[in-house]
């Protein structure tokens, strides 16, 4: 009998051992899991915000180039001739440009160009699926949210009034300088 309980004890120190041996490496293991998933978030975390910071660059490049495209200067020049067929076609042209500008590159969604004091709109979308609420928001340079959808607004600003025109006179080396635009169009 002496013997089976010796057997016993030394069986239940080897299952005490091999249970405290499994719960050092449950423990282990856990915290190593633990760690090897905080790390790997922290870098997809910082993966994300490198990509994001880059798709904001990007968005914040396309909106200058859009606002210093010769198809937005020929437009902008036809609403101030009021050249009502010169205006369809360079709406025509702008939206084609929009779209073309839309395609290749992924993940903007749509393009807006809205005159605020006319309240015109040059959109790749159809005119009843531009948010208004976004239309009232605006404010240059912002990054905004509306309906769940993210917008970056840029202002482009044309200043026609204060217009200046050099012409030289039948080779004299006298200048005129024509301050009033009306007296002269820019075709």
């Known amino acids: 009998m002496k013997k089976v309980r010796s057997i016993f004890k030394i069986f239940m120190v080897f299952l005490v051992m091999i249970a405290v041996g499994f719960m050092i490496l449950y423990a282990y293991g856990t915290g190593s899991l633990k760690e090897s998933l905080i790390q790997t978030t922290t870098l997809q975390m910082k993966y994300s915000k490198t990509l994001l910071e880059q798709k904001i660059k990007e968005i914040e490049i396309e909106a200058d180039g859009i606002l210093n495209s010769d198809d937005l200067k020929m437009l902008s020049l036809s609403i101030e001739d009021q050249d009502l067929y010169q205006y369809v076609q360079y709406v025509n042209r702008m939206k084609e440009y929009l779209r073309q500008r839309q395609k290749s590159n992924v993940g903007m969604?749509?393009?807006?160009?809205?005159?605020?004091?006319?309240?015109?709109?040059?959109?790749?979308?159809?005119?009843?699926?531009?948010?208004?609420?976004?239309?009232?928001?605006?404010?240059?340079?912002?990054?905004?949210?509306?309906?769940?959808?993210?917008?970056?607004?840029?202002?482009?600003?044309?200043?026609?009034?204060?217009?200046?025109?050099?012409?030289?006179i039948d080779g004299e080396e006298m200048e005129k300088i024509i301050l009033n635009p009306d007296m002269w169009s820019i075709h």
Do not use: H, S
């Not at 605020?116 to 009843?128: D, K, S, Y």
């Not at 928001?137 to 970056?152: A, G, K, P, S, T």
């Open 109 to 168: 969604g749509q393009f807006v160009l809205y005159w605020p004091e006319t309240e015109r709109i040059v959109a790749t979308v159809a005119l009843n699926n531009v948010n208004q609420k976004l239309l009232a928001q605006m404010e240059d340079n912002r990054w905004l949210i509306c309906d769940n959808e993210v917008y970056f607004v840029r202002r482009y600003i044309t200043d026609w009034t204060e217009n200046y025109f050099t012409l030289a």
